[in-house]
């Protein structure tokens, strides 16, 4: 990158960083996305500081016409509204050339998830696991450890971000009956346990003071630490353990995410009556919208309640 672009891109981040507290992994999206914007305007002999719409909208005709997934050219439009709207803001500019971009259409797509069966049987055969006779410290440890992973995700609906990064302290309270989450952009919100989450955060616990591995939360920040650079067990590992925990149990791994988890505590809340605005705030939305993904989980029951409680709809069979 030869333009000032460079410098405004590395300034960019550092207040996305700084200010709206973006996490890692939305800061290496946003370089990615405005590195791979810079060669292509490169290749038509200009940078990023001095695109215009018409530069920007060919570039989104050109990874639309590579066949790239309209939610990725979404992310991608999102990046660059985000960049051209801070350079305009900080005077490096004088207009803002994506306010004219059409965002590419999207299909309603629904969340992958499984159903409370599926999930019983992963909880069921976790605890199972932990139970086994003839297993030393260490190893049951690590069992204990992908029990109360899964027990807490489906307890509270947390991002796997969330998750593996939750401090000791939180588990040290002496009420467990609510966890404090640390969201995107550092906004804390208040999750309820359930029983058999506490119950398995209490074994966890009890282990890793026999492994010698309990130390006060100022020296041990993570509840589930690791060797890893960042300190916390890594997310890919839990993805890893939880697949291979799912294949033992007979259900198709190659569909069974983390993710996939948070999905199913959203949708299972709505299938048993809870209110959308109750799992926007348990899921850390910060926009209705985004949990709207869920209705459809919402206008199936309704069409079940007006069918077997519509007197019109019995008279109708």
């Known amino acids: 990158m030869s333009d000032p672009g460079r410098t405004h891109l590395e300034t960019f981040l550092e207040m996305m960083s700084a200010e709206r507290g973006s996490s890692k992994n939305t800061l290496a999206s946003y370089r990615n996305d405005l590195v791979n914007l810079h060669g292509f305007l490169a290749g038509r002999g200009g940078g990023l500081t001095g695109a215009v719409t018409d530069d920007l909208r060919a ?3 050109d990874i639309a016409g590579r066949g790239l997934a309209a939610s990725s ?3 991608r439009l999102s990046s660059m509204r985000q960049f051209y709207r801070f350079l305009y803001s900080e005077g490096l500019r004088g207009d803002d050339p994506t306010g004219n971009l059409d965002a590419p259409r999207r299909a309603r797509s629904l969340p992958k998830t499984i159903s409370s ?9 976790a605890q199972l696991e932990c139970e086994a006779p003839g297993q030393d410290t260490p190893t049951r440890l690590g069992k204990l450890r992908l029990r109360l992973l899964l027990e807490l995700l489906y307890a509270t609906g947390m991002r796997v971000s969330e998750l593996v990064t939750l401090p000791l302290s939180a588990a040290l309270q002496e009420e467990k ?3 404090i989450v640390r969201g995107k952009g550092g906004k804390e919100r208040l999750v309820p346990l359930s029983e058999t989450a506490r119950e398995a955060m209490t074994a966890y616990l009890e282990a890793m003071t026999q492994c010698g591995r309990e130390t006060p939360p100022s020296r041990q920040a993570f509840l589930f630490p690791s060797r890893s650079a960042d300190g916390h067990l890594p997310r890919q590992v839990f993805a890893r353990d939880l697949k291979a925990l799912a294949a033992r149990c007979g259900l198709r791994s190659s569909q069974l995410s983390p993710h996939v988890v948070r999905h199913a505590f959203a949708s299972h809340l ?12 348990l899921l850390g939305h910060s926009d209705i919208s985004t949990t709207q993904i869920y209705t459809h989980v919402l206008e199936e029951r309704l069409q079940k309640l007006v069918r077997d409680h519509h007197p019109l709809a019995r008279t109708a069979e």
């Open 59 to 61: 570039y989104l005709a």
């Open 270 to 281: 709505l299938e048993n009556g809870a209110d959308l605005r109750v799992v926007q705030e």
């Open 73 to 75: 050219q979404a992310r």
């Open 117 to 125: 069966t599926e999930v019983s049987r992963l909880l069921d055969r």
């Open 177 to 179: 009956r609510f966890l």
